[in-house]
């Protein structure tokens, strides 16, 4: 488990700690519709300053290998 996530903070190490929607899009290689849906679900653990979605890049890494793990 350890690897996976040193594995996930050396890909996205050009990411800020904290993302944005168009951000993690980048990250999961998906779109927003697909972005929103995740964080509407609660399947990424985010929260919101005013309208906006911000997703702590740790978040992004539990939700990757949460899905690894199948």
Do not use: W
Not at 30 to 35: A, F, G, H, Q
């Amino acid at each position: 488990m350890e690897e996976i996530t040193t594995t996930y903070t050396q890909l996205f190490q050009n990411y800020p700690d904290v993302v944005s929607t168009l951000q993690l899009c980048e990250m999961l290689g998906v779109s927003e519709r697909t972005v929103y849906r995740l964080l509407v679900t609660n399947q990424i653990k985010h929260f919101k300053v005013g309208r906006a979605y911000r997703i702590p890049k740790v978040n992004v890494f539990a939700f990757m290998e949460s899905e690894s793990r199948g």
